[in-house]
């Protein structure tokens, strides 16, 4: 089991910036793939921003040249910095994880999703 655990969203004026924070948990897991979805009032969950290990970020159009993935480092954590915040930008962040319990030998690629934290972008 996989638990994810985020910070970092709040209340922010168009064009300002925020970090969010994501770090997974668990008895011997494996993770193979972090990232980051949003869902605003009325519309269905949409990929911000995804990376696998070892890899590069990928990125939503709406996004791109304004937030940055990093992490998915030792500790299972992964960041998303997000500068020139826009309105539209308004949501629910939930982070992503792609991963699994060494200990159950279970393969890495079981989908696990966090709580939720809300960012709102004052125009």
């Known amino acids: 089991q996989v638990t994810l655990v985020e910070s970092g969203g709040g209340l922010v004026q168009a064009g300002g910036s925020l970090r969010l924070s994501c770090a997974a948990s668990?008895?011997?897991?494996?993770?193979?793939?972090m990232g980051w979805y949003r869902q605003a009032p009325g519309k269905e969950r949409e990929l911000v921003a995804t990376?696998?290990?070892?890899?590069?970020?990928t990125y939503a159009d709406s996004v791109k040249g304004r937030f940055t993935i990093s992490g998915l480092n030792a500790k299972n954590e992964v960041f998303l910095q997000m500068n020139s915040l826009k309105h539209e930008d308004t949501a629910a962040y939930y982070c992503?994880?792609?991963?699994?319990?060494?200990?159950?030998?279970?393969?890495?690629?079981?989908?696990?999703w966090g709580q939720g934290t809300q960012v709102t972008v004052s125009s």
């Open positions: 668990g008895d011997l897991i494996c993770i193979s793939e």
């Open positions: 992503n994880a792609r991963g699994g319990s060494i200990a159950a030998r279970e393969p890495c690629d079981n989908e696990y």
């Open positions: 990376m696998a290990v070892g890899g590069i970020g």
